[in-house]
């Protein structure tokens, strides 16, 4: 029979002797990622590998250090890299509805955005100067009089060669007209014309009509030269105007003279400045016709003129590192904003905002992908940027909305960005087997482990990570002890004596919450009993359930016999995980066979309340009887196997070994020991294989009965391949240690059904037979009781009726 084992193959302690400081403030604050060797040359190959297609995808379980360690390597390599170029948007005079995107030297930006302001703040004021000095008002007033002058002698001369004939000209609603006179220059009437005889008449229609012609052609001559001096004008205001414009525009051009774009900008500049001379000028206010109908005066606007400063680099250090945690489409690819006047919604291109993706423009930006993928467009948009490498701000609601609105299509801006996910491996294998696309933009692959090996240099990282984490916290020191225990507890969360976890996380919150207790109790340093205390309180926080199963198994609601021997029943482990708390429950397996030849019946699978993995372990179940009793001449039998007291879904293959032990139990009518529990997986070969939890499995049955009572005949019955995962609790630990309690590893099937019956198994004779006085001879002869019988019943002579019956068939 397996012996139990000791109580220092039950938990792995960690010798504080293997320290060399006395308490955690003789340590240096360390910033190095533990554990994480694989994931750590994966991230620095994706970061210095420039191609579209290497961003990377860091995958692992939550607390495992993933942003942490990004942020670390992030800082150290953006450091060194050089600052990217300023952007920002400017009007465009050519197309208004796509602004013009222009990149500048880091910090020349925002000089650039000063020095258009400081221009069209001085052109404000030096336009109106000019057009109210002496020598633009006296070139003014000379082209006016000359124009007046030449207006007036064409229209004397014909006055007066007119009036010599008895004509005038007359100023009529319909314009200027030649009329006939009397002598003393007043003009004829209707009745006066009428009366005159008809040669006279036609002598001064005809004259008149020459006049008339002479008329026309003076007024044509004048409206030309009406339109002559308006260009006159008009080109003395440009020219006028531009001796201010241009000097001001010279000196910004040549400030930016290596940037082509923004020379060609500022020619359009000064271009529409001298077309809008109107809005520079000084506006006279008009008083309104009744004071209480004035309308508020449109002021002229000079937002074309501004620049939009998206991106200013001015005080970064490096490349920059974006992390943003609420990638929404707008967050990531900025937005055109809106102001409402009169009920209007409007906008323009100075009010273009930047997303993260502009600020990470030439440096690095890391998004969880969970939160990406929640955010309509974000996930689709993003592969767009990262493929095109361009970076577009739109409307992304424009293409549902049901009538179609005119807006902006700001020019879109280069990309250069290294894109780094962050998210669990299934999120990983959803995204790299179910998008294509995916996989050519996220070749990088950076996968983060939840355990390492657990070694004198893994031990003293991690009291280098306390000693960090209680610099960092304000916390107090813990000494060797206390780190020693801490050590301990990363073998536990690990489920591995030679293994530490690396989901720190975890470990950061027992450290606070030691240092909590530490200083509740008035110490200065932090021990292993603080650290002790601390998982304590923390199991209690979470352990309600656990402890209401417990109460309803010691009122007899539950039914777990810990006492006594039963045949065709055993006590069987699983683990209930809450997700805040996992705990060990025992669950009562039974079964009962009789005589047919329908072979293991699994009640769970035909109520529907079995999963896959648990039908595979029952069929393995079935197979093993059958090579194991029928090598020789078929067997027939009927067996149905349960959980009791089971409401939900039963999986996994843990219960296989307790599930053919009271198949077994019942075919030999010998009685299990119900005081040991079993947990533990099977294959077809009678090998037991190793599961999982089961430190809480252990624990779970010994808490129940250690509250029933403990004998010294209590134990449990593990896989022989789980010892080295056994990192049990004290008291379970001390309970072993006085013989209390006991553990039993097992490697097959029958060991197991040693330890649980006390009788010999039996090993199968060359003639199929097995040894009087064993199990198996029991069971085999069991079955061959079952086989004659059902033998025999076929053998009966059928009477009359049973023969009646199937002739009618």
């Keep these: 029979m397996p012996k139990s084992l000791d109580s220092e193959q039950l938990y792995k302690c960690c010798d504080p002797d293997l320290f060399q400081f006395e308490t955690t403030d003789e340590l240096s604050e360390s910033t190095e990622t533990i554990g994480q060797e694989r994931a750590l040359r994966a991230i620095d190959f994706g970061l210095d590998l420039d191609n579209k297609g290497f961003n990377i995808f860091m995958l692992g379980d939550n607390g495992t250090g993933k942003l942490t360690t990004i942020k670390l390597l992030l800082n150290r390599k953006a450091a060194d890299e050089p600052v990217p170029d300023d952007w920002c948007y400017v009007y465009n005079f050519k197309d208004p509805d796509i602004p013009l995107a222009i990149s500048l030297k880091p910090g020349s930006a925002s000089v650039f955005h000063k020095d258009m302001e400081e221009l069209i703040r001085i052109l404000k004021v030096e336009i109106p100067r000019i057009f109210e000095s002496k020598e633009y008002e006296k070139q003014k007033n000379k082209l006016v009089e000359e124009f007046q002058k030449s207006q007036k002698e064409m229209f004397f001369g014909l006055e007066e060669e007119a009036k010599s004939k008895g004509f005038s000209i007359r100023k009529t609603v319909s314009g200027l007209l030649i009329v006939p006179v009397k002598k003393n220059g007043e003009p004829l009437t209707e009745e006066e014309y009428s009366s005159l005889e008809d040669d006279l008449k036609s002598k001064i229609d005809a004259m008149g009509k020459a006049f008339q012609d002479r008329l026309n052609d003076v007024v044509r001559e004048v409206r030309e030269g009406e339109k002559s001096v308006k260009d006159k004008l008009l080109k003395l205001e440009r020219d006028a105007a531009l001796t201010a414009v241009g000097q001001y525009m010279e000196e910004i051009k040549n400030k930016y003279n290596d940037y082509k774009n923004i020379t060609a900008y500022l020619d359009d500049v000064t271009e529409d400045i001298l077309d809008h001379l109107e809005d520079f000028k000084v506006q006279d206010e008009q008083a309104a016709p009744m004071p209480f109908l004035k309308a508020p005066k449109a002021e002229p606007t000079f937002t074309r003129y501004a620049v939009n400063v998206l991106i200013n680099n001015k005080d970064t250090k490096g490349a920059p590192c974006v992390y943003e945690s609420n990638p929404t489409y707008f967050n990531l690819f900025g937005r055109l904003e809106h102001k409402f006047q009169y009920g209007v919604a409007t906008t323009d291109f100075s009010m273009i905002k930047a997303g993260s993706l502009h600020k990470a423009n030439g440096g690095y930006i890391v998004i969880n992908?969970?939160?990406?993928?929640?955010?309509?467009?974000?996930?689709?948009?993003?592969?767009?940027?990262?493929?095109?490498?361009?970076?577009?701000?739109?409307?992304?609601?424009?293409?549902?909305?049901?009538?179609?609105?005119?807006?902006?299509?700001?020019?879109?801006?280069?990309l250069n960005v290294k894109v780094i996910l962050m998210g669990n491996p299934h999120l990983y294998y959803l995204l790299y087997n179910m998008d294509e696309e995916y996989r050519e933009l996220f070749k990088v692959k950076a996968d983060f482990d939840s355990r390492m090996e657990k070694n004198d240099k893994t031990i003293q990282k991690y009291a280098d990570f306390v000693a960090s984490r209680c610099k960092q916290g304000n916390y107090l020191p813990f000494d060797r002890t206390g780190v020693a225990k801490i050590v301990e507890y990363g073998s536990r969360l690990a489920e591995h004596q030679g293994k530490l976890s690396s989901r720190f996380s975890d470990i950061s919150a027992v450290i606070m919450e030691a240092n909590y207790w530490a200083k509740k109790a008035g110490n200065t340093i932090v021990r292993d009993e603080h650290v002790d205390i601390a998982l304590e309180e923390k199991i209690y926080r979470a352990n309600k359930i656990e402890k209401l199963l417990q109460e309803l198994v010691i009122e007899g609601t539950l039914i777990i016999d810990v006492e006594g021997e039963k045949v065709g029943q055993i006590n069987g482990l699983a683990v209930l995980d809450m997700g805040d708390y996992r705990f060990g429950k025992p669950s009562r397996i039974t079964a009962r066979t009789y005589v047919g030849k329908s072979g293991v019946v699994n009640i769970e699978r035909e109520t529907k309340m079995s999963g896959r993995i648990h039908e595979k372990a029952i069929l393995i179940i079935t197979h093993y009887i059958g090579s194991t009793y029928a090598r020789k001449k078929?067997?027939?039998?009927?067996?149905?196997i349960t959980f009791e007291q089971l409401y939900d879904m039963v999986e996994g293959d843990s219960a296989s070994c307790a599930e053919l032990y009271v198949i077994l139990s019942s075919l030999a009518g010998v009685p299990l020991k119900q005081y040991i529990a079993?947990?533990?997986?099977?294959?077809?070969?009678?090998d037991v294989q190793p599961i999982g939890g089961v430190n809480e499995k252990i624990e779970g049955f010994f808490d129940l009965c250690k509250m029933i009572g403990l004998n010294g005949a209590h134990g449990v019955i593990i896989p022989g391949k789980n010892v080295h995962n056994l990192m049990i609790k004290k008291e379970v630990v001390d309970a072993v240690k006085e013989g209390k309690f006991n553990i039993y590893p097992i490697t097959r099937i029958e060991e197991g059904l040693e330890i649980l019956t006390?009788?010999?198994?039996?090993?199968?004779n060359e003639d199929g037979t097995y040894p009087e006085g064993t199990l198996n001879y029991l069971v085999a002869g069991?079955?061959?009781?079952i086989s004659e019988s059902l033998k025999a019943k076929k053998d009966e002579p059928m009477d009359k009726e049973e023969e009646n019956n199937k002739n009618d068939k």
């Design 758 to 764: 006390g009788m010999s198994i039996g090993e199968i």
């Design 634 to 640: 078929p067997i027939s039998f009927s067996a149905s």
């Design 678 to 686: 079993i947990t533990g997986s099977m294959d077809q070969n009678g």
């Design 369 to 414: 992908v969970l939160d990406l993928l929640r955010n309509l467009f974000s996930y689709d948009a993003l592969k767009r940027s990262i493929r095109n490498r361009e970076i577009k701000i739109e409307d992304i609601w424009e293409q549902y909305r049901l009538l179609s609105t005119t807006t902006l299509r700001p020019e879109a801006i280069p």
């Design 782 to 785: 069991r079955l061959q009781e």
